[in-house]
């Protein structure tokens, strides 16, 4: 949501502010807030340099363009499709009524840029991970499995009551030696997954 990239402390014009008054604050702010004051706090959007450029006339409220309004709900995903298909660069945010503030392209492309890197950095340690697990598993669980099948047949060929006892308690102690294993890797695998949001 665009909720970390809005932006509250945003300058305020008049309506009927001359253009060459606030030349140099859209300048230096890219964007200005357009209020009526004397008509209740009246939004009526939002001046940008390239409106004075599309309309130059000598009243903020004659160079004002129509453009989309942002909720504040909105994924940033979203809210870039509406600045690209509209050709802007800054747009306001509402929440129901109330301005919330102004949100930027720019702030959006390098917020959705991070994520995508960050997606990137985990795809890659889920791989790494996964090798790892992969790498652990055989390691920890071919010993015991192979003794397991040693012992098998050990027990097949046994002849005396005490050799086939040894041999099943050598059996068991490898169970409890694959199952430790298989424990420690489902430890491992849950410790991983918590590092990752739910959602």
Not at 90 to 119: A, N, S, T, W, Y
Request: aromatic residues 6%; charged residues 30%.
């Amino acid at each position: 949501m665009l909720q970390g990239l809005i932006y509250r402390n945003y300058p305020i014009i008049s309506p009927y502010s001359g253009v060459n008054a606030i030349r140099d604050l859209i300048l230096r702010h890219k964007a200005a807030v357009v209020i009526d004051k004397e008509a209740n706090d009246l939004f009526m959007g939002i001046l940008t340099a390239d409106d004075l450029v599309e309309r130059p006339h000598n009243l903020v409220v004659d160079c004002v363009t129509p453009k989309p309004i942002l909720e504040k709900n909105y994924l940033k995903k979203h809210a870039l499709d509406i600045m690209i298909r509209h050709r802007v660069e800054v747009l306001p945010v509402f929440h129901g009524e109330q301005l919330e503030g102004i949100v930027f392209k720019d702030d959006i492309v390098k917020e959705l840029d991070l994520e995508r890197e960050l997606l990137e950095k985990i795809m890659e340690s889920g791989k790494r991970f996964l090798k790892d697990l992969l790498s652990d598993q055989s390691h920890y669980l071919r010993s015991p499995i192979a003794n397991l099948i040693g012992l098998g047949e050990i027990l097949k060929m046994s002849k005396t009551i005490e050799e086939k006892q040894e041999a099943i308690r050598m059996i068991v102690l490898c169970a409890n030696e694959a199952d430790a294993a298989l424990t420690q890797i489902q430890r491992t695998v849950d410790h991983q997954l918590s590092l990752y949001p739910n959602d």
